[in-house]
Nanobody, 124 residues
Framework: QVQLVESGGGLVQAGGSLRLSCAAS????????LGWFRQAPGKEREFVAA????????YIADSVKGRFTISRDNAKRTMYLQMNSLKPEDTAVYYC?????????????????WGQGTQVTVSS
């Protein structure tokens, strides 16, 4: 079992920044890939960013590329999503996800455990 807890969401004005954190407990953290997804009201959950087990390989969705950065600290069992230049269309519930594989995926169904989500609201 893996437990994931997101934090860092909130209300921010357009152009602002937030840093989301995802703390993990349970299985060995450092061996597995992690991802961030988001879901806006009335829309499907979509991929945002992912990172491989060691942090050396990352993938960022085109919609946030150049604005969002994903990272992880295996010693702290924590993953981060730095979000800069936020836009109203970034408003969503953000979820972290754990994949029982060392390399990342962009597919929702490829992840085995999910956090409860943290709300990010960007005002115009």
């Amino acid at each position: 079992q893996v437990q994931l807890v997101e934090s860092g969401g909130g209300l921010v004005q357009a152009g602002g920044s937030l840093r989301l954190s995802c703390a993990a407990s349970g299985r060995t953290f450092s061996r597995y890939a992690l991802g961030w997804f988001r879901q806006a009201p009335g829309k499907e959950r979509e991929f945002v960013a992912a990172i491989s087990w060691g942090g050396g390989s990352t993938y960022i969705a085109d919609s946030v590329k150049g604005r969002f950065t994903i990272s992880r600290d295996n010693a702290k069992r924590t993953m981060y999503l730095q979000m800069n230049s936020l836009k109203p269309e970034d408003t969503a519930v953000y979820y972290c996800a754990f994949r029982s594989a060392s390399y990342y995926s962009t597919e929702v169904g490829s992840y085995n455990y999910w956090g409860q989500g943290t709300q990010v609201t960007v005002s115009s």
